[in-house]
């Protein structure tokens, strides 16, 4: 099994090169960007997060479409998350209501409630998948 530490930093090692060889990512986040659009229209008031966001294959679809949310995107590697934010921003995409944070999505979040939690290929990382 793999430590937490041994993930955050292979993933910020390779964030560089991370899309270069992500052709299963890319595609599992076309999926899941369809199932988001295509259920998120009854989405109660409140934030959006995303767990494990990457180069933001997802992201970059979901935060234009839906423009009136916040968001709270994160990744257990700070390298990623950054990363993330300004492929977004090199996109043109308004991340104005965007927090990107490194964040473990496997420890207790604080008190508050999101309208949606997404991720795309994150639990597998999970040590404790049932918690």
């Known amino acids: 099994m793999y430590s937490k530490k041994d993930v955050s ?4 090692k390779h964030s560089s090169s991370y899309d270069k060889y992500a052709d299963a990512q890319a595609k ?14 009854d989405l109660p008031c409140g934030p959006v997060l995303e767990i494990g966001c990457g180069t933001g294959f997802v ?16 990744d257990i590697s700070g390298k990623m998350a950054d990363l993330c934010r300004n492929n977004l ?12 944070a490194a964040f473990d ?27």
């Not at 930093?9 to 910020?12: C, E, K």
């Not at 992201?59 to 994160?74: A, G, N, Q, W, Y």
């Not at 008190?111 to 404790?128: E, H, L, V």
Request: charged letters at 20%.
């Open 9 to 12: 930093d292979s993933f910020s």
């Open 89 to 100: 921003s090199m996109s043109g995409i308004d991340i104005s209501s965007s927090i990107f």
């Open 105 to 131: 999505g496997e420890c207790s979040w604080p008190d508050k409630r999101f309208a949606m939690i997404y991720s795309g290929f994150t639990f597998q990382w999970f040590q404790d998948f049932v918690q």
């Open 59 to 74: 992201t970059r679809e979901i935060v234009p479409s839906m423009p009136d949310r916040k968001f709270l995107i994160t």
């Open 28 to 41: 599992a986040a076309g999926f899941l960007v369809s199932f988001i659009r295509e259920n998120s229209a």
